[in-house]
């Protein structure tokens, strides 16, 4: 097992890993649209889920890896009525075949966010 860390992205907020390779197989947390820069939150629904993707991207290239060779994602939203928008960025970070891919509502993310995506890759 071998951890991930970046700069890149939002540092871990509590006691776990940005990400963990096990094997050929790199796992990250769930990010969150925090610019790691500057530690802010962009406001609209297409504006974070840009800076949450973004946030995993970094991520597996930090660790090697192609955005790519996502075999599957997990993406938590607050309102399922975003869905077509957050389709509409997500479709900007993947290409076909698409990853295999679970989205649920959720009642509350951290720091009030509007989504979160974490995501499996093949290295």
């Known amino acids: 097992m071998k951890e991930t860390k970046t700069n890149n992205a939002p540092a871990a907020i509590g006691p776990y890993s940005q990400a963990i390779t096990v094997g050929n197989l790199l796992f990250t947390s769930g990010q969150i649209p925090i610019n790691p820069e500057t530690g802010e939150i ?3 629904v297409e504006a974070q889920a ?3 993707l973004t946030n995993v991207r970094n991520l597996i290239e930090a660790a090697g890896g192609s955005i790519d060779n996502v075999v599957k994602t997990t993406v938590f939203i607050k309102n ?3 869905f077509g928008k957050i389709n509409e960025i ?4 993947f290409t076909e075949p698409y990853p295999a891919r679970s989205c649920v509502e959720v009642a509350r993310l951290p ?4 989504l979160e995506v974490e995501s499996i890759v093949e290295l």
Do not use: R, S, T
């Open 50 to 52: 840009k800076q949450a």
């Open 90 to 93: 997500y479709a900007q970070f």
């Open 42 to 44: 962009p406001e609209g």
């Open 111 to 114: 720091k009030d966010v509007l």
């Open 80 to 82: 399922m009525d975003d």
